[in-house]
């Protein structure tokens, strides 16, 4: 079928648009069946017992991050269609009990089709975070992935050596980095109150070569003097030293007293190299910064790209609303198709990335605005007097859409079509689904027609763990 001959070859030969929806509803669900789930669950409970005390730390950290990774992946795929059907199944009862009579004869709220496979299985990852804390072996400076839990203060960090999801480029980054701390004078910061400074490890590559690793540093009491020595230090270490094996595209180091820190609040600093890495989506390029947001699994993010066009049913005469935007890709991808595309993302420098890739790859029918959803987009449609036809696309983090951002959409009279990317449905994406479809609730200020979920399409962004990236379109 088309879309899987899609699957089988490099990103830049992806079958032509039309292609991906036909084959999608061909695709067979008698596999996808209850007797699935259940041989998943007693697998699942094997496994538990493998991560009982006595069993390998390394089986302990992969059953944790990637719970199926004994499964074969057409196995692994069968179980996350299930956990879908759960979703749709869970949102259609509680759109009943609002009044909504939203249940199809199989109890989904919208037809599901077959969870979409990743092009890779293996080492699909662009980006990793790694941890500093202690090892199995009690050493504090150990980088690595976390088993254990803060609030049962039985934290543990193993190396991910093992870690199927993530490819050999992180994992030498780690090494080199768990290296380096090894040899410094100055202790890890494990807990803030504690003091200690070396902290987590991202690191980013792309597949035209590019590595970016960002290093995070609590500056504690340290003078300006001893933090310039440090910097120099990590510098020689991957320019000089026994980090070349990396290859940096870009070092980068931020000094962070807090758990998460945008560059806003303390700036990242180039020490080595290029100030951003570089990636192509669907013969476009894209510049990628510290902190901007980039689908975590490329080449399953242009196939959903396409789909996301193909669904979107945007013609020439359409405005293409792209809501929590990152870097573009979504917008730009599909601004060939439609008369303009207008993006917002909270990040300011995802949104530079943004209009950079609009004008590196010769796109002028789109504007990029920086601030809250929240913020931008009611003040946007408040006024929205443009006739042509106005579909959204919205993809939000795990924390969903902020109510006044639905609220915005679904009082937008113009918005008839939507589709909601979230990689977490099961959560707070729940609620925004409700909200969308409910009945008109003056007190709630929903004044607008109700949406209805038509089509639910399941994306395998994430091999080897439970999760999925979910692509539902709502109509009205």
């Given at each position: ?176 980095y768990e290296e380096f701390i090894r040899h410094s004078s100055l202790d890890p ?28 540093f609590h500056p504690q009491e340290l003078g300006q003097e001893a933090l310039a ?10 320019v000089c030293g026994p980090g070349t094996v990396c290859a940096l595209t870009s ?226």
């Amino acid at each position: 079928m088309a879309l899987f001959c899609a699957l089988r070859l490099p990103h830049r030969r992806l079958c032509p648009s039309g292609a991906h929806l036909s084959s999608l509803s061909g695709q067979d669900h008698g596999l996808l069946t209850e007797k699935t789930a259940a041989k998943w669950n007693k697998k699942k409970k094997a496994r538990q017992g493998c991560s009982l005390p006595g069993s390998s730390w390394e089986e302990r950290l992969a059953n944790a991050v990637t719970p199926l990774w004994r499964l074969p992946y057409q196995e692994q795929l069968q179980v996350k269609y299930q956990s879908q059907r759960k979703i749709l199944q869970t949102l259609a009862s509680r759109l009943e009990k609002l009044g909504i009579d939203a249940q199809k004869p199989d109890g989904l709220c919208c037809p599901l089709q077959p969870v979409v496979p990743s092009p890779i299985i293996n080492g699909y990852r662009n980006k990793s975070t790694f941890s500093v804390n202690r090892g199995p072996d009690g050493n504090p400076k150990t980088v690595g992935l976390y088993v254990g839990t803060g609030r049962a203060r039985n934290i543990v960090c193993v190396k991910a050596n093992h870690m199927e999801n993530i490819p050999p480029e992180h994992k030498q980054v780690a090494e080199c980095y768990e290296e380096f701390i090894r040899h410094s004078s100055l202790d890890p910061c494990i807990l803030f109150h504690e003091g200690g400074h070396w902290r987590e490890l991202v690191v980013r590559t792309t597949s035209r070569g590019h590595t970016m690793a960002i290093i995070t540093f609590h500056p504690q009491e340290l003078g300006q003097e001893a933090l310039a020595t440090q910097k120099a230090l990590l510098k020689e270490f991957f320019v000089c030293g026994p980090g070349t094996v990396c290859a940096l595209t870009s070092l980068y180091f931020q000094e962070s007293t807090m758990t998460r820190c945008s560059h806003e609040q303390s700036p990242f600093q180039l020490l080595h190299g290029e100030p951003h890495i570089f990636e192509e989506v669907l013969g476009l390029k894209f510049r990628i910064s510290p902190d901007a947001f980039f689908q975590v699994n490329t080449g399953a993010a242009e196939i959903l790209y396409q789909v996301v066009g193909e669904l979107s049913q945007a013609g020439g005469d359409t405005i293409l609303l792209d809501i929590c935007c990152g870097t573009g890709t979504i917008g730009l991808s599909l601004a060939h198709q439609v008369s303009k595309i207008i993006g917002i993302e909270v990040v300011e420098k995802a949104i530079e990335d943004a209009r950079w890739n609009a004008a590196f790859n010769g796109i002028s029918n789109c504007e990029f605005h920086s601030g809250k959803a929240e913020a931008v987009l009611p003040q946007l449609l408040s006024s929205w007097e443009d006739a042509r036809p106005l579909v959204a696309v919205v993809n939000p983090s795990r924390a969903g859409l902020h109510y006044r951002v639905v609220r915005a959409i679904r009082n937008c009279k113009p918005i008839r079509r939507l589709l909601y990317i979230s990689c977490k449905p099961e959560g707070e994406a729940m609620r925004n689904f409700l909200e969308l479809c409910c009945p008109p609730d003056p007190g709630k200020k929903l004044a607008g027609e109700p949406f209805a979920p038509t089509l639910a399409i399941p994306f395998d962004m994430f091999p080897h763990t439970v999760h999925c990236e979910l692509v539902l379109l709502f109509t009205r």
